[in-house]
């Protein structure tokens, strides 16, 4: 007898969690607060709190200088600490409904360099299956002991951020195995679906209220590229928004092809992913990894600091559980494309916040032994210079056809040894693919609703 798995929410009801049944909305909230593993945590996979309004803030005017508005979405409220778990999810719901996957048979593979993974172990714990994480044996300990916390397998590739090559590598390999399936978040459209439904129609929520109500600009720093999908979407309601990639200097691939080692854990990994709609992104801007682990000192640290240089003391006290070096190099990277951009009052730069502080404890105490001695000074110095003096170099322009020849042609280099085919490829070319494949949401919901009863 094939084994029944929990299901949780649809696209819509992770997008609209008002509009889940009002017994499984009950049941999530009791779950969120009295236990981590309880089934009916799938329902809380989603931006909105309790009340319907998107988890965000509006990052201090006096850390940017700016006039123009930087509204962070926060993704250190979702199950498992990360918004990563909202892909996994999708990945394997579509699996499980579409039959590909099933608890009984298959075992579950994640490649990651950290949140994917924690989320991977975090779902096939609430689901019922066996995961395995693949990732580099050089990343915070905090993620391997979340995964192996949730019941995860951790098998781990030589490297660090920017190897994250390896790791799908060796998913590949063990894919052989028919009993393996893979959720594998570079290549697989359940990860750009969720991300243009549910984290590109939160955005737009979340500006509502906040200068003009629009989306000026949406920056986000591809690992697999899935939360830029919510540019896509950001488009639809706001033609004139411009997308923003961001990557760091030392390993610049998307922008010069580079290919060196960084420290900004969750990005930057020596490709371009196959999800990763490159006729969407306008502009590829590089954001040095020492700067994020320094700006994330400021925040987690710098609680007086921030408030002498005007900052309310409880957001100063609020965020310095909102962000990890991704979501700094986020903010880095708003900040820059609001200068670039020239935007002014009442125009909005939005960004994401991946997760919050819990797992990089270790990355401080490891920047600690780096600087061995952190006077007050140097923090002092590090609030200007990673926010309020963040320039407009290493800003690159992607808009024209040439450049998107390039990026195209580094996603060939990147997917054809993989098996994928070139008139696959090709058809990413048009956007009828990408609208094609989110169109699919639909089908999905249903699929969801009819087998959940």
Request: proline share 4%.
């Amino acid at each position: 007898m094939a084994v029944k798995v929990p299901l949780g929410p649809t696209y819509e009801e992770m997008l609209y969690p008002n509009r889940q049944p009002l017994a499984l909305r009950e049941k999530a909230r009791l779950a969120r607060t009295h236990d981590e593993l309880d089934p009916h945590n799938l329902f809380n996979i989603t931006w909105k709190d309790d009340v319907g309004k998107v988890n965000s803030l509006v990052f201090p005017p006096e850390l940017t200088g700016l006039d123009a508005n930087i509204v962070v979405m926060l993704g250190k409220d979702f199950p498992s600490g990360s918004h990563k778990v909202g892909p996994a999810y999708s990945t394997l719901i579509e699996g499980y409904v579409d039959g590909d996957i099933l608890p009984d048979r298959h075992t579950i593979l994640g490649p990651s360099t950290g949140n994917f993974g924690i989320g991977v172990a975090y779902i096939c714990a609430l689901m019922g299956y066996k995961g395995v994480v693949i990732m580099p044996d050089n990343m915070s300990k905090e993620r391997y002991q979340r995964i192996r916390g949730y019941g995860a397998e951790l098998l781990l590739t030589p490297g660090s951020e920017s190897d994250v090559i390896l790791t799908l590598e060796k998913t590949h390999e063990l894919q052989k195995d028919p009993a393996n399936r893979a959720l594998a978040q570079f290549e697989l459209l359940p990860n750009y679906r969720f991300h243009r439904y549910v984290t590109g129609r939160s955005a737009i929520e979340a500006v509502q209220g906040i200068g003009n109500g629009r989306i000026a600009c949406f920056t986000s720093a591809p690992g697999s590229a899935g939360t830029l999908a919510a540019g896509d979407e950001i488009k639809m309601a706001f033609p004139e928004a411009r997308v923003a990639a961001l990557e760091p200097y030392e390993c610049s691939t998307l922008a010069t092809g580079g290919l060196g080692q960084h420290r900004i854990e969750g990005i930057g990994d020596k490709m371009c992913t196959l999800i990763h709609n490159v006729l969407t992104t306008d502009f590829i801007v590089n954001i040095y990894d020492e700067e994020t682990v320094q700006g994330l000192k400021v925040l987690r640290d710098g609680t007086d600091l921030l408030v002498q240089q005007g900052v309310d003391r409880d957001m100063a006290e609020f965020m310095r559980d909102c962000f990890g070096p991704s979501g700094v190099c986020n903010v880095i990277g708003a900040i820059k494309m609001a200068k670039y951009l020239k935007l002014g009052p009442g125009d909005n730069v939005l960004t994401i916040a991946t997760d919050g502080f819990d797992r990089y404890h270790s990355v401080l105490d490891e920047m600690q032994h780096r600087y061995l001695g952190l006077e007050k000074h140097v923090m002092e110095r590090w609030v200007k210079d990673v926010f309020l003096n963040a320039d407009e170099n290493l800003i690159f322009d992607v808009r024209r056809q040439e450049q998107k020849e390039r990026l195209f042609a580094q996603k060939e280099r990147d997917w054809l040894r993989f098996g994928y085919s070139r008139e696959y490829l090709d058809s990413m070319k048009d956007m009828a693919f990408w609208n094609e494949e989110f169109a699919r949401i639909a089908d999905y919901d249903e699929k969801i609703t009819r087998l959940r009863g």
